[in-house]
């Protein structure tokens, strides 16, 4: 809608200016409600009421003014010429800060005749008539302007249109104002439960990790890093069971370490926790990663192999001589192995306690007949 689509009140006669302009200014009022209902910030809501203001009222100028920090500031326009736009005055001293102040609209005819217009404030401008209507008359937010460049006074039509667009305005900037802080909510709010869940994960991950270090520390044996008796049962049967399906064969062995008592009486338990510790990469060497290499307890040790690729119980016991004099070279120890092999194929039944009972057995039989050539000797 253009400002020629509005009729001026001296374009018709008086019988017809009451009806004719307000409804066709409705009309368009209507219009600006709608487009005001959809705004979304200050700056649309400004774009939208210039327009408007100007329009409604067939007026040469309309300008937007926002009360701030006890100023006037003059924040959007829509003119035939440049007004007042980014600028800032006291409350005091120009006439929006008067209407908002006073709470109520007013008309100047010849701004060069009113005691309340800064003159030269006007010269520059196009400005003679104004009207000025604030935005909420309780504790206004500002004020709407219109302007014309000749002597004109607009009607009470004319006016009352004006203050209805502006309190649109202000029912539109208090509802961008509780959108905005609403939106901040949500975003503090998101940005709040982000920050939860971002905590609440890391919390989880180091639960995780304490949780899996307690199984580690719960399953392996603090001295050497190997297995302990309990880990060697969970996994030893784990592997145990899936080697009965495939019917592969299992290596059990047993291992005791010799002398491990005199050690420790002699030479005390810090020698003694260096020969198992010997012992331990002695084992390590020898076998698969894969394979269950575990210390019992004690100078006790044992192992379960699936699938080992030398059933040559000689070649098994040299390559574990070779690693046990290699690391007591290397550690400056004494250290010996008595040793129980257990090769099993599955033609008989047997679980794995009693796979380990009998390589138990067998490496007790090793001891004595070291004992038994040593006393001959």
Not at 62 to 67: E, G
Request: net charge negative; aromatic share 8%.
């Amino acid at each position: 809608m253009r400002a020629s689509d509005v009729p001026h009140a001296q374009d018709l006669d008086a019988a017809s200016v009451p009806s004719l302009y307000y409804v066709t200014a409705m009309s368009k009022l209507v219009e600006v409600v709608q487009q005001l209902s959809l705004a979304r910030n200050l700056g649309q809501i400004m774009e939208i009421v210039r327009c408007a203001a100007r329009d409604l009222t067939g007026a040469d100028g309309a300008t937007f003014v926002l009360q701030e920090n006890g100023e006037c500031y003059y924040a959007e326009e829509y003119a035939i010429a440049p007004l007042w736009k980014g600028r800032r005055f006291p409350m005091d001293i120009c006439l929006s800060g008067w209407v908002m102040q006073h709470r109520q609209s007013t008309v100047v005819e010849d701004v060069y005749n009113d005691p309340r217009i800064p003159v030269e404030a006007y010269r520059p401008t196009f400005v003679r008539s104004l009207a000025m209507v604030p935005i909420r008359t309780v504790d206004p937010l500002g004020a709407i302007g219109n302007y014309w460049a000749r002597t004109y006074r607009p009607s009470d039509e004319q006016l009352s249109i004006l203050q209805a667009l502006a309190d649109t305005t202000a029912v539109a900037m208090e509802h961008v104002q509780l959108f905005n802080e609403l939106e901040t909510r949500v975003e503090q709010r998101t940005s709040e439960l982000a920050e939860a869940n971002r905590k609440l994960l890391y919390e989880v991950a180091e639960r995780q990790k304490a949780e899996e270090e307690i199984r580690r520390l719960s399953l392996t044996d603090e001295l050497t890093g190997l297995y302990n008796r309990r880990g060697f049962s969970m996994l030893g049967k784990h592997d145990f069971a899936l080697a009965e399906r495939s019917r592969a064969k299992v290596l059990m062995m047993a291992v005791d370490l010799d002398g491990l008592k005199r050690v420790n009486d002699t030479m005390g338990h810090d020698a003694g926790d260096r020969l198992i510790r010997g012992a331990a990469r002695a084992l390590q060497a020898t076998f698969r990663k894969t394979d269950t290499v575990a210390r019992l307890g004690g100078d006790e040790f044992a192992v379960l192999c699936v699938n080992y690729p030398d059933d040559d119980t000689d070649r098994l016991r040299g390559r574990l001589a070779s690693n046990i004099a290699l690391v007591a070279a290397e550690e400056g120890i004494d250290l010996a192995m008595s040793i129980g092999f257990v090769w099993y194929d599955w033609t008989s039944t047997v679980s794995f306690e009693q796979l380990l009972r009998t390589a138990d057995e067998i490496m007790y039989d090793d001891k004595r007949a070291k004992r038994w050539n040593q006393a001959r000797t």
